[in-house]
C-alpha cells in the first residue's frame, strides 16, 4: 500500500464519534419477537427450506432450552431477554438482480457512506463482494467468474437451495450444535451467512469478502458461514462489519465453520466495528461469536486475522482443530476496547496431529473504563507427537482507568511438546506522545501512529484492503481517549 | 528571533526556573551550561511545550508570537526543533514514516503539498548524507534498539529532516563517545545558516570544541547569573562550577 493512502487516510479521520451510525431506512420483512419451535419453523418455511434444515434447527433449538448463558468470561453483561428479540427479518426485495442498477438506491447509498467496495473500481480491484445487509443477501457479484474454477461462493440460503448435500454434509462438523449456548442459539435461527467451497487442486484468483451490517431495530444478527476448502486449493476470505448506532443493545451471534483438507490453506481476516456504545457506555452490540476451524486434511493450514475495535461486549475465540499430521495455524488479533466496552477473547489451538504447529500474536489495547482480555488455550493431546506453539500476548494501556488481563491455559498431554508463551504490558508514554508532537505531530495522530506501530505485526497479514480499514479503524477507535 | 523575559516556572509547586532573560538572534548559537539542576532541561522541555511545567510569570516571544501561548505541535511547526536528552522509542513506527508524517504536517502548516514519496525519499537521501547516518538507522523503528550515539544522531538527522528555525540541543553530548560527538557536532555545524539559531545545552565544555558558541550562559538555581563568549566555556571546563557556586550563594 502506498504510503501517501495510508496518511491520508489517517488524516482525514477528525471525528470521535462513530462514523458509521446512520440507518438506511429500508421496509423490513419482520416476524415478531420471542423464540419457540413455531418461530422456528416460520423462519425455516420463509426460507423455504428442505426438512433436514428444520430439523437441524428444532434439534438446536430443544438443546439450547437445556443451557445456560456461559459466565466463566470476564465480562458483565446485563441480563439478555431472548425473548425480547426479533429473530428474522430480510429487507424487501424486488424480484432476482442483474445488474448494480437494480439495486435498490437506498441500499446502495449506504453501502457508499460506508466505502464498500461494490462499484466498478472495485470490481476491477478483484473483489467479489457477498453483502449481507441484516440477513439476506442482497447482492452477489463475481459469481459467475469464481463459477468458472468450480468455487462456489454464495449466501448460505441460496447454497442450502443449490447444494444441499453440501451443507448437509459440513453444518455443523466444526462447530456441533451443542458446542456451546450461543452457537446453539445460532444453529436454531441463523438466518444467512455465506457458504464457499473451493474445489481440489484450485487456488481462488480473488479475495472473497462479505460485509455484514446490522440495520433492523431490535433485530438479533445470527449469521452462519461455511468454509469448505478441498486437497490442495487456496482461499483468502475476509470479513468486515459496521453497524449504525443505536441505543438498544443488540445480539449477534455467529457462527463460523471452517473445513481444510490435505495441503490446502485459507486465511480468513476479519475487521469488526460494530457499535461498541456511546461514550458513557449506553448502547453497543453484544458480539457472541464461535468461530472454528478444523485442518482435517496433512499440511493444511489456517489462518486467523482480525481487528477488533467494536461491540460494546465481544465473547470471541477463533479456534482452530489441528487435526492432519503437519498442519498448522496462526492467529493475529488485534483487539481495541475503549469507553466501557468489555472484550474477552482469545483462540483455541487443539493439537492432535503429530508435528502440528501454532502460533498466536494477539495485541490487546485498552483506553478509557474498558475492560480487554485475552483469553488463550493451547491443548496437545496424549498421542501427538512433536507440537509447536509460540504465543505471545501483549497489551498496551492508555491511561489509567483501564483493564488488560491475560489468562492463558495449556494442557501439555505430551512431552514432545514445545510451547513457548511471552507476555507484555506496555503504557502509550506522555513521552512517546510528546516526542510526536514536538515533531509536529498532534497527539491523536500520534496515538494512530503508535497504536499502528505496536499492531503493525497483525496489520501486516490482513489483506492489503483490509490493512487500509484497519489502520483507519483504530485511530477512530481511540480517538478522545488521551488527553 | 527569541526573547525570554523574565521566565518562571515551577513543577509541583516547586520554582525551577526564577527569572530568565534571553535573547537570540538569527545565526546565532548560544551555549548554556550549568550544574547538575540547574534547570537547564526544564528550560528546553518549556520552549517545546511540555505540560508538566507551570509557567508561573513572564513571556516568551519567538518571531513575534506568544511562545507560550501555542501548542506543542505548533511551535515545532513553527520552527522549534528539540533535540532530546533521552530520545523516546516508538516501536513498529518506522523512522520513514514518522519522518514523513511529521514533514508533511510542517508542509501543510506552511499550506504546502505533501510530499510525493519519491520526492520524500530524495530529500532522506540528501539528509542521510549531510549528517552522515547509517541508512540502516532510518530503516528501523524510531529509536528502538538504538544506542545512545544512535539516538543522538537520529535526533540531529530528524533536526536536518525539519529545517528548524530555532534548535534547542538539550545534553546532545552526553552518553557519546569522540566519535558520534564529531557526528553530531558536523550535523548542526552544516545545518548552521544565517537565519537559523541554535541553542547547546551542555554540562561540559567538550562539545563546545565542536561547535563553537557566539554566547555562553551559565544557569544556576534557576537564574542565568553569567553571559560572556565562548572563553566562559574554557574557563567553566578549568575551575568547575563550584566557583559559580559560590559566587551565587549556595
Not at chain 1, 448502547?283 to 477488533?308: D, H, P
Not at chain 1, 505485526?457 to 488521551?482: D, T, Y
Not at chain 2, 513543577?11 to 534571553?22: F, Q, T, Y
Request: aromatic letters at 8%; hydrophobic letters at 35%.
Amino acid at each position: 500500500m502506498a504510503k501517501e493512502e495510508q496518511d491520508k487516510i489517517l488524516n482525514e479521520v477528525t471525528e470521535s464519534e462513530y462514523k458509521y451510525g446512520f440507518v438506511t431506512d429500508i421496509e423490513n420483512d419482520d416476524i415478531g419477537k420471542g423464540l419457540n419451535e413455531d418461530i422456528i419453523r416460520m423462519i425455516s418455511a420463509k426460507k423455504k427450506e428442505p426438512k433436514f434444515m428444520l430439523d437441524f434447527r428444532l434439534k438446536a433449538y430443544r438443546h439450547w432450552k437445556t443451557m445456560k448463558m456461559p459466565e466463566w468470561a470476564y465480562l458483565k453483561i446485563p441480563e439478555i431477554d431472548y425473548q425480547d428479540i426479533i429473530y428474522y427479518s430480510a429487507p424487501k426485495q424486488k424480484a432476482k438482480l442483474e445488474s448494480m442498477d437494480d439495486v435498490d438506491p437506498e441500499i446502495r447509498a449506504t453501502f457508499d457512506k460506508l466505502g464498500i467496495p461494490l462499484d466498478e473500481q472495485k470490481i476491477l480491484a478483484n473483489v467479489a463482494v457477498d453483502v449481507v445487509m441484516d440477513s439476506s443477501s442482497v447482492k452477489t457479484t463475481f459469481k459467475e467468474a469464481l463459477a468458472e474454477k468450480g468455487i462456489i461462493f454464495c449466501s448460505f440460503s441460496e447454497a442450502v437451495q443449490d447444494h444441499p448435500d453440501l451443507i448437509q454434509e459440513y453444518m455443523g462438523t466444526v462447530v456441533p450444535i451443542q458446542d456451546n449456548f450461543f452457537a446453539a442459539l445460532n444453529s436454531a435461527v441463523f438466518s444467512d451467512g455465506s457458504f464457499v467451497y473451493i474445489p481440489k487442486g484450485v487456488r481462488c484468483p480473488m479475495e472473497l469478502s462479505t460485509y455484514f451490517r446490522i440495520n433492523a431495530e431490535n433485530t438479533g444478527q445470527f449469521e452462519r458461514t461455511l468454509i469448505v476448502c478441498e486437497e490442495e486449493s487456496y482461499v483468502s476470505y475476509l470479513e468486515g462489519c459496521t453497524a449504525p448506532m443505536r441505543d438498544e443493545n443488540q445480539l449477534h451471534a455467529a457462527i463460523v465453520e471452517i473445513i481444510v483438507k490435505d495441503n490446502a490453506e485459507v486465511k480468513y481476516s476479519t475487521v469488526q466495528n460494530w457499535y461498541p456504545g456511546d461514550k458513557n457506555g449506553k448502547g453497543g452490540i453484544y458480539n457472541f461469536v464461535t468461530k472454528r476451524g478444523i485442518c482435517e486434511g496433512v499440511n493444511s493450514k489456517l489462518m486467523w486475522a482480525q481487528v477488533e475495535t467494536g461491540s460494546a461486549v465481544t465473547w470471541k475465540y477463533p479456534s482452530t482443530i489441528l487435526k492432519g499430521d503437519g498442519s498448522s495455524s496462526e492467529f493475529y488479533s488485534v483487539a481495541v476496547t475503549n469507553n466501557y466496552q468489555q472484550a474477552d477473547t482469545g483462540t483455541k489451538m487443539i493439537h492432535i496431529g503429530n508435528n502440528t504447529k501454532s502460533t498466536i500474536i494477539s495485541k490487546g489495547i485498552s483506553a478509557g473504563k474498558s475492560n480487554n482480555s485475552y483469553r488463550g488455550l493451547v491443548k496437545v493431546v496424549k498421542n501427538c507427537e512433536g507440537a509447536r506453539n509460540f504465543s505471545q500476548c501483549d497489551s498496551l494501556l492508555l491511561g489509567d482507568k483501564c483493564g488488560a488481563h491475560t489468562f492463558p491455559y495449556l494442557e501439555i498431554g505430551n512431552p514432545s511438546a514445545k510451547v513457548e508463551h511471552e507476555a507484555t504490558t506496555s503504557k502509550i508514554g506522555e513521552d512517546q506522545i510528546f516526542y510526536c508532537n514536538q515533531r509536529g505531530i498532534n497527539t491523536e495522530d500520534a496515538i494512530g501512529l503508535i497504536v499502528n506501530g505496536y499492531a503493525k505485526e497483525v496489520i501486516n497479514k490482513m489483506p492489503m484492503e483490509f490493512a487500509v480499514e484497519a489502520q483507519k479503524l483504530l485511530q477512530i477507535s481511540l480517538e478522545g481517549s488521551v488527553g | 528571533m527569541l526573547s525570554i523575559k523574565n521566565l518562571h516556572v515551577s513543577i509541583e509547586g516547586k520554582d525551577i526556573l526564577k527569572g530568565i532573560n534571553l535573547d537570540v538572534k538569527p545565526g546565532e548559537v548560544h551555549a548554556i551550561m550549568g550544574p547538575n539542576g540547574a534547570g537547564k532541561s526544564t528550560l528546553a522541555s518549556v520552549l517545546a511545550g511540555r505540560d508538566l511545567y507551570n509557567v508561573t510569570e513572564g513571556e516568551v516571544i519567538f518571531q513575534g508570537k506568544d511562545l507560550l501561548d501555542m501548542e506543542p505541535e505548533d511551535r515545532a511547526k513553527e520552527g522549534i526543533f528539540l533535540g532530546f536528552q533521552y530520545p523516546i522509542e516508538i516501536p513498529g513506527v518506522s523512522t520513514v514514516n514518522f519522518m514523513k508524517t511529521a514533514v508533511n504536517e510542517h508542509r501543510k502548516y506552511k499550506g504546502l503539498d505533501p510530499l510525493s514519496a519519491s520526492d520524500f525519499l530524495k530529500l532522506m537521501r540528501e539528509k542521510k548524507a549531510l549528517v552522515e547516518i547509517d541508512s540502516k538507522l532510518t530503516n528501523r523503528s524510531v529509536n528502538e534498539g538504538f544506542s545512545g550515539g544512535e539516538k543522538k544522531k537520529n535526533e540531529i538527522f530528524q533536526m536536518a529532516m525539519l529545517e528548524p528555525k530555532l534548535a534547542v540541543l538539550d545534553e546532545t553530548d552526553s552518553g557519546l563517545d569522540i566519535d558520534a560527538l564529531r557526528v553530531v557536532a558536523n550535523g548542526v555545524n552544516k545545518l548552521k545558516t544565517r537565519d537559523n539559531a541554535t541553542i547547546v545545552i551542555t554540562h561540559y565544555q567538550r562539545l563546545l570544541d565542536y561547535i563553537v558558541p557566539d554566547v555562553v550562559h551559565v544557569l544556576y538555581n534557576g537564574r542565568i547569573v553569567k553571559t560572556a563568549g565562548k572563553e566562559l566555556a574554557l574557563e567553566l571546563e578549568e575551575k568547575g562550577y563550584d566557583w559559580i557556586k559560590e559566587e551565587n550563594g549556595k
